[in-house]
Structures are given as C-alpha cells and as structure tokens.
C-alpha cells in the first residue's frame, strides 16, 4: 500500500502571507504516461471536501489561482501565495496511481494566527 | 446546479445491512466515474469504492472488499452503495462523489453532504 505522509500536521497562517503543505509518498505517483497521480482537497469546517488540484498540479475549476501545486514522484507541495481568512480548515492529499486502493494522507489543519 | 445528495443512512445493528443511495442532478451521471468516501467521526477521510461511468469497472477499499457492492443506475441518475455485513469500524459519514473523468482517477470535484451511518447493537 501506498503511505501518503504530509507535514506539517497543523499550520498556523498569517493573513496576507504565504503558507505551503508538503505531501510526501511512500512510492512514486508519476505514471508513464508523465501524470502524477496527486490530488489536494481542503475540508472546510462543517463542509465535504472540495478539490482543489488534480494530477499533481492542475488547479480545479473555480479555485483562486492563489492555490497551486507542484511536484512530482514521491515530493509535492501544495502553496497558498497569501493566506485568506476562508481558507481555513483541514487540506489533504491523495494518490490515486495504485488501483484499487487510493488513498488520502493524515491532514494538515490551517488556522489563521 | 449540479448537486449530489445521499440518503439511505441511519443507526444499523452489526452484522445487518444497509443500502446508500445518491441522486445526482445538474449533469448526465452516465459521463462520470462515481465514488464513496466515507469519514468516521474526528478522522480523515477513507476512500470506499469506485465504478467506472458504465458500471463495467469497479474496485474497493480492501477494509470493505467482499462486504459492500458499489452499482449505478444512469437512466434514473443514481448511484448506489449496498453495505452488508456491518461492523463498528463501519461507523462513519458517507459521501458520494463524482469523479472529473469517466474512468476515474481524475479527481473529486463534486461532493454531497453525506449521509450517516452508525452500527451499533
């Protein structure tokens, strides 16, 4: 089974400034076909997950080009380029290169300072 | 708008069975590949079961293989989840969520608000 560790586990955040999430897998999500299986969500209070980026670096429709997402392998990071008030909750990251057992890491929580 | 919204959830006794359902609304069903993603109460959340947007395809979490049966109806927009076997570690909240691709692996991006279910004797 792939293991997705992320860091750090909370993250405290300062509006305005900016704050980035590492996710860390225990084998490559790079496919051959040059697709790293790597998605980011972000769980609002009271909320389902929402995604946020999609193969490792595609922003989904209707997020704030603020987020962003790099990597590629085993290493990515998910960036916020200045931190907003509503952008608080838990973000997770998820592989879903080993079918059928895709899986989420442990969370990292985002509070404002 | 395009929506999803789960029933079907409620309090169970272990070993009995439980059916899911999610209606979909706003976008043909039949496009996308389908998931359930369930969250236990203060956990992160765990990937269920997928189904290919035909229903040709499915796979499962190894923690429900064998247990739960994951189908779909296109004509009347609804994806199902049939859970037998219940056990305690089966407690959780149950979303579905529509997959951006057909196949899958394409990402999440639309979520119900999930419904409950708690196995308890």
């Known amino acids: 089974d792939i293991v997705m560790t992320q860091s750090p586990v909370l993250l405290p955040a300062t509006p305005g400034e900016p704050a980035s999430i590492s996710c860390r897998s225990s084998q490559s999500l790079l496919h051959s076909n040059g697709h790293n299986y790597l998605d980011w969500y972000l769980q609002k209070p009271g909320q389902s997950p929402q995604l946020l980026i999609y193969?490792?670096?595609n922003r989904a429709s209707g997020v704030p080009d603020r987020f962003s997402g790099s990597g590629s392998g085993t290493d990515f990071t998910l960036k916020i380029s200045r931190v907003e008030a509503e952008d608080v909750g838990v973000y997770y990251c998820m592989q879903t290169l080993e079918t059928p057992l895709y899986t989420f890491g442990q969370g990292t929580k985002l509070e404002i300072k | 708008q395009v929506q999803l919204v789960e029933s079907g959830g409620g309090v169970v006794q272990p070993g009995r069975s439980l059916r899911l359902s999610c209606a979909a609304s706003?976008?043909?069903?039949?496009?996308?590949?389908m998931h359930w993603v369930r969250q236990a109460p203060g956990k992160g959340p765990e990937w269920v079961a997928i189904?290919?947007?035909?229903?040709?395809?499915?796979h499962y979490a190894d923690s429900v293989k064998g247990r739960f049966t994951i189908s779909r109806d296109n004509s009347n927009n609804t994806l199902y989840l049939q859970m037998s076997n219940l056990r305690g570690d089966d407690t959780a909240l149950y979303f579905c969520?529509?997959?951006?691709?057909?196949?899958?692996?394409?990402?999440?991006?639309?979520w119900g608000q999930g419904t409950t279910v708690s196995v308890s004797s």
């Open positions: 189904i290919s947007y035909d229903g040709s395809n499915k």
């Open positions: 706003g976008f043909t069903l039949s496009t996308y590949a």
């Open positions: 969520a529509r997959d951006r691709s057909a196949a899958g692996r394409g990402g999440m991006d639309v």
């Open positions: 193969l490792g670096s």
